[in-house]
């Protein structure tokens, strides 16, 4: 599956941004998606990742409560939902899929990747 993803940008502290990934190629239905992100300097970490319908959805502990991830079967896009950003949040944003679990939170677990999307907030 081809993924492509969108929406990032600046914004300052405390607000908000969604992110978008479009995907094509195959049944996108048939995939887990995952949202990881790149700071500079720093390993690819998980942010979130949901299940095949949408039913499920998992997120580091770190944006908890902040970020929603959600998906559209019928549009093949997936979704991050960013709000209360704060600076630690910079990062190269990235979507991914995986025909493994939805618990997975490992990149080496996910087969797919979109070209990334810089977030930069400001303090």
């Known amino acids: 599956v081809q993924l492509q993803a969108s929406g990032g940008g600046l914004v300052q502290a405390g607000g908000s941004l969604r992110l978008s990934c479009a995907a094509s190629?195959?049944?996108?239905?048939?995939?887990?998606m995952g949202w990881f992100r790149q700071a500079p300097g720093k390993e690819r970490e998980f942010v979130a990742s949901?299940?095949?319908?949408?039913?499920?959805?998992y997120y580091a502990e770190s944006v908890k409560g902040r970020f929603t991830i959600s998906r559209d079967n019928a549009k093949n896009t997936v979704s991050l939902q960013m709000n209360s950003l704060k600076p630690e949040d910079t990062a190269v944003y990235y979507c991914?899929?995986?025909?493994?679990?939805?618990?997975?939170?490992?990149?080496?677990?996910?087969?797919?990747w979109g070209q990334g999307t810089l977030v930069t907030v400001s303090s």
């Open positions: 991914a899929a995986t025909t493994g679990s939805p618990r997975s939170r490992e990149a080496a677990d996910f087969g797919s």
């Open positions: 190629g195959r049944t996108f239905s048939n995939y887990v």
């Open positions: 949901i299940s095949w319908s949408g039913g499920m959805t």
